[in-house]
């Protein structure tokens, strides 16, 4: 690990001693995932072109949309590698939580490149069933329930936001509230990805405040001032969602509208399922709800659409679900829908931060 080989110069050279700090290989994270992102995406584009990796529109989706096939697509995989090889850069590899969101990130894009691979490439259909998507998303998540229950210092409880005692113990009740929100979040990410950066913008902001959390549940001194659950070692994961961050920012250079690239299943997949983990690992699990809030109602949104179009034989609530769609179908422009979706997720993110006080 890089800041570990100066680690033995700090003798000599005292400024070195600041790569101990958490907060300065979170920034350094940060730039470095975003640097290598801008310097690669060029080439991803052009070799994804290359090999006729382009998006698929469905026929039953907006007309504004088929303007856009065979835009590259599984770009995901850009951001998979920049964030991975910049967490290995500066995150402290002996430290489980930082292998446990690598784990669940490469084990969500394995399915996301696998689904991607059979609709792009293989031309099957719709790629993997959704019986198959959800075996393989349950496997993982599964795995990740049982890695945080081997932590000798992580106790299944629940934080309730706004109660600072109300902590309630699930044991092994967690495990099916730890398999819905990793399931849930990748799965409502996912729905999110329909329009030109609109996935990678709220993400990377979600990203950003659990870098947040992370450091704070990891401070036992700010953890006991705040009265939120101090998580030991947790805090090295702001290192991780720091690299997130700067991925998918250089991600966003090339993906803003119009899009060069799209992340595709295996870029959505796998940071829906780091973010799900993320909250678990800091305790804020209920705080997701709220953080990604935007990703909450475009789930909803499918949900309660489908839902109603079976209870009434055929009648919908939206114009089109996912919502994002709706909006576009009552006229207005793409980039307004993206941006205001943006807005929104600022506002839900700074909400949460007050929440942290509000006990």
Request: charged share 10%; hydrophobic share 55%.
């Amino acid at each position: 690990m890089f800041y570990h080989l100066l680690f033995p110069l700090k003798t000599y050279f005292s400024p070195l001693n600041v790569f101990r700090y958490i907060t300065f290989r979170t920034f350094s994270a940060i730039l470095t995932a975003l640097v290598l992102s801008l310097i690669i995406g060029p080439w991803c584009i052009n070799k994804l072109k290359e090999l006729q990796i382009g998006q698929f529109i469905r026929e039953d989706g907006p007309q504004s949309h088929h303007s856009k096939a065979g835009t590259p697509t599984m770009g995901g995989l850009m951001i998979i590698c920049t964030m991975l090889v910049s967490t290995f850069l500066w995150a402290d590899l002996r430290n489980p939580y930082v292998w446990l969101l690598v784990a669940v990130t490469l084990g969500f894009g394995v399915v996301g490149f696998l689904d991607d691979y059979l609709k792009v490439i293989k031309k099957h259909n719709q790629g993997l069933t959704g019986r198959q998507k959800l075996l393989g998303q349950t496997l993982i998540a599964v795995a990740a329930s049982c890695w945080l229950f081997a932590l000798p210092d992580f106790l299944p409880t629940l934080t309730i936001p706004f109660f600072e005692d109300v902590r309630p113990n699930l044991s092994y009740f967690y495990m099916p509230l730890a398999l819905l929100v990793i399931i849930g979040t990748a799965n409502a990410v996912n729905l999110t990805d329909g329009l030109d950066g609109l996935a990678i913008g709220p993400v990377t902001i979600a990203g950003a405040f659990y870098a947040i959390f992370a450091y704070l549940a990891g401070n036992a001194i700010i953890a006991r001032y705040l009265k939120i659950t101090f998580v030991p070692g947790v805090g090295e994961v702001s290192v991780f969602l720091g690299a997130l961050v700067g991925a998918g920012i250089g991600f966003l250079w090339f993906n803003a509208y119009p899009a060069q690239v799209f992340m595709g299943d295996v870029g959505a997949l796998a940071l829906g399922g780091a973010l799900g983990t993320a909250a678990l690992a800091t305790k804020q699990e209920i705080l997701l709800l709220l953080v990604g809030g935007l990703f909450v109602v475009e789930a909803l949104s499918v949900i309660l659409q489908v839902s109603f179009f079976k209870v009434t034989n055929g009648r919908r609530i939206f114009r089109m679900a996912p919502i994002h769609h709706h909006f576009e179908l009552k006229g207005w422009p793409e980039p307004k829908v993206i941006v205001r979706f943006w807005i929104i997720a600022i506002i839900l993110g700074l909400l949460s931060l007050s929440t942290l006080k509000l006990r």
